[in-house]
C-alpha cells in the first residue's frame, strides 16, 4: 500500500484535525468526513468547504486513512471503544496526533488489522488556514512500523512537514519539551504583557511582536550554533 489518493476519514474537529485534513486535500487525498465540532463549526466548515460531518462509526466503515486528531486522554478509550465493536478494519491505516502516546495505544486496532502510524507535527495550531504556511518548514515526529514506515514519511511531506523519525523510547524526551516550550512561552509572554499594561500600553501584544520574535530567533540561533559547536568537537 501506498499513501497515493486516500479516502482519509478525521475524527477530531478541534483546532489540528481540520488543518491536517486540509493539507491531506492539497495533496490531492480524498476527505471522506470529519466529526461534527463541539464548537466553531463556521471555522471548520470553512477549512474544508463541501465535507461532509459523519459520526465515528461512519469515518471508520468508509475510510482507508483513519485520522485521530483526539485530546491525548480521549485517545486510549477511543480506539478501545471502536476496537469493541470490532470497528477497525485490516489494512486500514489508523494515524494519531498524540505526542504523548507511541504506537501502543493503537494496538487494539492492530489486532484487527489495522496499520498503525504516528503524525505529531511540532508546532503550535490556531485551527485557522494560516496554519497551512505555518507548516512548510516544520518538523514532524512520525512512528510506524518498518512496513509502514514510507508511507507515515510520505503523508508528513505531502503535508508540507519535515519528518523527524523517533524511537517509542524516547518519544517522553519529546513530549515534555513540547510542553516545556510551549507552556514557558505562553506563561512568560503573558506574564509581560501584564506589566506593560500596568505601564498604560493597551496594545502588548503589538508592542512586544518583534521583540518576542527576535528574541526566539537569537535563542534558536544560539541553541543550532551549539549544536554545531559540539559536532565538530
Do not use: Y
Amino acid at each position: 500500500m501506498d499513501s497515493s489518493r486516500l479516502g482519509v476519514g478525521v475524527i477530531g474537529a478541534g483546532k489540528i484535525g481540520p488543518v491536517l485534513a486540509s493539507a491531506l486535500a492539497g495533496a490531492g487525498h480524498a476527505i471522506v468526513g470529519i466529526t461534527s465540532p463541539t464548537e466553531d463549526r463556521e471555522r471548520v466548515e470553512a477549512m474544508l468547504q463541501g465535507v461532509p460531518f459523519l459520526t465515528p462509526e461512519e469515518i471508520c466503515e468508509r475510510s482507508e486513512l483513519v485520522l485521530l486528531a483526539l485530546p491525548d486522554s480521549e485517545l486510549p478509550g477511543f480506539v478501545d471503544g471502536v476496537a469493541a465493536t470490532h470497528g477497525w478494519r485490516s489494512g486500514q491505516i489508523v494515524a494519531h496526533t498524540s505526542i504523548a502516546h507511541g504506537l501502543d495505544v493503537l494496538q487494539p486496532a492492530v489486532a484487527q488489522g489495522a496499520i498503525p502510524i504516528g503524525l505529531h507535527p511540532l508546532m503550535e495550531f490556531s485551527g485557522w488556514s494560516m496554519d497551512r504556511t505555518r507548516m512548510a518548514g516544520a518538523w514532524c515526529v512520525v512512528s510506524a512500523p518498518p512496513v509502514a514506515s514510507p508511507i507515515a514519511h510520505a503523508l508528513a511531506v505531502e503535508m508540507g512537514l519535515e519528518p523527524l523519525a523517533v524511537a517509542d523510547e524516547h518519544r517522553g524526551h519529546v513530549a515534555s519539551a513540547v510542553a516545556l516550550a510551549t507552556s514557558f512561552s505562553h506563561t512568560t509572554i503573558e506574564e509581560a504583557a501584564g506589566r506593560l499594561r500596568l505601564a498604560g500600553i493597551p496594545n502588548p501584544g503589538v508592542v512586544m511582536a518583534a521583540l518576542v520574535g527576535s528574541s526566539v530567533d537569537n535563542a534558536l540561533r544560539q541553541v543550532s550554533g551549539n549544536d554545531s559547536e559540539q559536532g565538530q568537537a
